[in-house]
């Protein structure tokens, strides 16, 4: 039987390396893109033939394009194709910049949008998209008002999308963790906190004192979810936003 193929945005770290290392694991062909190309790269010598690496800023829309089109030729198609790549800042309504707040929408809302469309006429019935939103995509957050928007902005062209290709016999889902242990969180509450005028370790603790669970998410399981979410037992899923944020977000 011939390998599946995952095209994953954001692969060099964090939950998007994550999501690498489970599909290479689950045997399936693994397309990485991010800007990152030299952390890639290694993985692609590590993983020869199965694995392939490209530069990508998502918000380029021609660079998607020529990329999406050499995963296609390298690979015979897209099965799957994940938009993990995000970035995320907290800032005060009155000091976010115009550039600042198109470079947060590009990223994370046009970027899932160009790489979508490019890859749509290559992935097959059977086939799915994950977009990786938040749960600031189903509850609002004070002073990440782009971030927030971007997210939220992502579950509705998620479930748009979902109707709209389900005759297709093609999946959609959006994917909402909560904290998850990642390099992002990481520099997010350290900026915070040094705001804050107080140890990050306090503000880990008070963070958590929000989590039903009490702990951070790795990065694996957000992995683990998409992993499930590309068997066909779960091809009844779609449209769907789904929460992994330890308890977090009550829906
Ligand atoms: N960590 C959390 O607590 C959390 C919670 C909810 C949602 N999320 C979402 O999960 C996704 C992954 O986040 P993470 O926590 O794994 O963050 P991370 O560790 O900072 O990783 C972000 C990834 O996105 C890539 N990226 C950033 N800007 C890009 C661009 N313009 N073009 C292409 N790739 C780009 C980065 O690679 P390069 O720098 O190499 O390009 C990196 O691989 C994001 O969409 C984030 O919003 C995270």
Request: charged share 20%.
């Amino acid at each position: 039987m011939s390998k599946k193929t995952v095209f994953v945005t954001g692969a060099s770290r964090g939950i998007g390396r994550a999501v690498v290392d489970r599909f290479l694991e689950d045997g399936w062909q693994v397309a990485m893109a991010a800007r990152s190309l030299d952390v890639l790269k290694e993985i692609e010598a590590a993983h020869p033939g199965v694995s392939k690496a490209w530069h990508l800023d998502v918000s380029d829309r021609a660079e998607v394009d020529k990329v999406v089109a050499e995963a296609v030729e390298a690979f015979g198609g897209l099965d799957l194709v994940i938009n993990n790549a995000g970035r995320g800042e907290r800032t005060p309504i009155d000091a976010i910049s115009d550039e600042d707040w198109h470079g947060m929408i590009s990223v994370n809302l046009d970027g899932p949008m160009f790489v979508t469309r490019a890859a749509l006429p290559h992935i097959p019935k059977g086939g799915q998209i994950i977009n990786v939103s938040s749960v600031l995509g189903k509850v609002g957050s004070a002073y990440s008002s782009a971030y927030c928007a971007s997210k939220f902005g992502l579950i509705g062209f998620t479930k748009a999308l979902a109707l709209e290709l389900a005759g297709r016999g093609i999946q959609v889902n959006a994917v909402c963790p909560g904290w998850v242990a990642t390099e992002m969180a990481e520099s997010g509450i350290v900026l915070e906190a040094e705001k804050l005028g107080i140890p990050t370790s306090t503000l880990r603790m008070k963070l958590m004192m929000d989590v039903p669970q009490r702990r951070f998410l790795e990065a694996e399981e957000i992995a683990h979810l998409m992993a499930y979410l590309a068997t066909p037992g779960a091809r009844g899923i779609t449209g769907q936003a789904i929460s992994i944020c330890g308890g977090l977000c009550p829906a």
